[in-house]
């Protein structure tokens, strides 16, 4: 195995997962809401009255950070080297839609908030993610 170490980025990624506790905790102390994104996006989907707002924020939010680091810090942000073509990557985007509905949740909700709860149902959840993507990239380097 070997490192990209050019693409290593072990300061930022702590900033940013220390960012995301600090998000979820802030949403569920404020709001009693989980931080799943998968849940959040759905509810704009069949949207209840009064309920919109905030999660129109929040993923604007998340759409804007990374525009508005690049514009204060161009250093820090690089971008994504994608080697798919676009009927793959519709299909990821599908597959992983799919299995946020089977799993009543996607990685944030489980694995950032659910297990910060204890939740046993979580840790199933992102232990089944995990095997999962493991096993996704084992079949697609070695064996596709």
């Known amino acids: 195995m070997t490192i990209d170490w050019i693409h290593f980025t072990p300061w930022t990624s702590?900033?940013?997962?220390?960012?995301?506790?600090?998000?979820?905790v802030a949403l569920i102390l404020a709001?009693?809401?989980?931080?799943?994104?998968s849940g959040i996006l759905g509810g704009l989907l069949a949207p209840?009255?009064?309920?919109?707002?905030?999660?129109?924020?929040?993923?604007?939010?998340?759409?804007?950070?990374?525009?508005?680091?690049g514009l204060i810090a161009p250093e820090l942000v690089s971008a994504p080297r994608i080697e798919a073509g676009s009927a793959a990557i519709v299909a990821a985007g599908l597959l992983v839609?799919?299995?946020?509905r089977y799993?009543?949740?996607?990685?944030?909700?489980?694995?950032?908030c659910g297990l910060s709860r204890l939740s046993p149902r979580s840790l199933v959840a992102t232990l089944t993610f995990m095997a999962a993507g493991f096993a996704t990239v084992y079949v697609a380097r070695h064996i596709l």
Do not use: E, N, Y
């Not at 709001?31 to 994104?37: A, C, D, M, Q, T």
């Not at 009064?50 to 508005?68: K, N």
């Not at 799993?103 to 950032?112: D, K, L, N, P, R």
């Open 48 to 69: 209840k009255r009064g309920d919109t707002s905030w999660r129109v924020f929040l993923l604007l939010g998340l759409l804007l950070a990374p525009v508005t680091l």
């Open 97 to 100: 839609g799919l299995g946020t």
């Open 31 to 37: 709001s009693g809401r989980v931080l799943g994104i």
């Open 14 to 24: 702590l900033a940013g997962g220390i960012l995301l506790g600090i998000a979820s």
């Open 103 to 112: 799993g009543a949740g996607c990685t944030s909700g489980h694995g950032v």
